[in-house]
């Protein structure tokens, strides 16, 4: 049976077509992923299920129920739950509130049930074979809990599909696993999904079918056992995309930057390494290895505690963003969103705010066309979005919205890019541009340090790379000695994974 049933829907938000004609079905007891580029309409076809957008056209069943006037409320009823990927929990509410928030709200004599929702939280949570204290508050959790308690809450209102908006994002391997093996006994109980993924290899695994958008259109549904990647690349582009080694590695004789003994209590200890001009270093290890903290002390975001940082052989001070901005550092964060983007501000205004200096002409005024031209040219190098660049960057779709910071630090033509997870909710074409850009500017002499730890994505781009481990460097490898078992191991061993 076909727990979802939309058929030839389309949405526009003024002059885009964010669908266009859809046809799109969920089976009962079914994970069906959905995959496209960035923009292609994965969040609005969602949206649409979720009644949070009224579809311009076409017709909506959910549990064999035609939906007449969507509205989330009436999604909810029939069993419809999407977890954000900033899961919509309340993080000062405890655990056992934030499962129980909607029944509890429907409820009159709340005081006198409170121990029945106790109840109710504590099957479910061992229903979901989770071990959380119901009383924690819910910002004190890791987000791979958190998230546990997202889907916790979801089965508390009786929901029989959820969909997952790029669930693994932010969980190590073995917290993907664990929830991959729920996903997986709760399908068996009838609950159906949907995952939405950049990463594809992931949607195979976990996937029984696969619908593949392009451009606001579906096309194509497929088993998943029939797909490859390079085939639902094929589907989401067009063409094909192959990933490869790279070849031509740079070692420049300037050493740009150099870190020597940094330690920070609790993050890192003793890390010291050299960059180079025209070098692409890249820095990995698992999820909580330090390197994001790092990344963050030479940036002066949280200065280290002891320890020397050098710019061309000079030590420096770097107390602050400011002091690394003046040094000739730039850090694309990991937490983009939340970091680095003004919503409300126009496109444009997003991409040249970091250097608006270098729009100053004569009498200090700016040139409106020079700003023009270099916002145009950002969004057509990084395939952004958009028919105008004037619109608030919160019109755009999540990924393209990372692009725009991509292209604000990239526009400051910094001596060192720190870039923390390039590529992630990235989709395949666009992680091509923004690996051309890297490539291009450390041909220039740009020294790049890409934190990541998609390994293909670090081979294809470093010239080598260093592995940190419970806060220090535990491998430096050139990356012509490197391959991906090679480095998967180094980094899991260590990890007594
Ligand atoms: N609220 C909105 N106002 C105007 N345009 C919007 C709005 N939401 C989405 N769009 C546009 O609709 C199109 C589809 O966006 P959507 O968010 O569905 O993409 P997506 O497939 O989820 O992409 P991503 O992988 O980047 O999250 C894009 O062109 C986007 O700019
Ligand atoms: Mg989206």
Redesign the pocket.
Known sequence: MNFINAKNIS?D??G?H??KGVYFTVRQGEIMGLV????????????TLAGVWRPDGGTLEIAGQKVENPSPFIAIKLGVSVIYQDLSLFPNLSVLENICLGPIIGDNSLLSRISLYRGKAMEILARLGIDINPDDLVEDLPIAKQQLVAIARALANDSRLLIL??PTTALTRREIIQLFSLLSNLKKGGISFVF?S?KLGEILEICDRVTV?RD?SIIGTEEAASLNISQIEGMMLGHALALQKKTAFRSGKEVVLSVEHLSKKNHFLDVSFALHAGEVLGLSGLLGSGRTELASAIFGISPADSGKILIRGKEVRIASVGNAIHYGIAYVPEDRLTQGLVMPHSISNNIVIATLEQYLGRLALLSFQKIGLTVKNWISKLDI??DDAR?AA?????????KIVIAKWLAMNPAVLIMDGPTV???VGAKRAIYDTIQTNAAQGMAVIVISDDIPELLANCDRILIMHGGRLTVEMPTSEADEESLQRSMEIRSGA
């Open positions: 949405k938000f003024g885009v964010a669908l496209g580029q960035n923009g292609c309409g994965k969040s609005t076809l969602i949206k908006d790029e939405i950049h958008m606001g979005k958009t619109k919160s019109t755009l779709s999540g990924g393209n919205q990372q909710g990235i989709d």
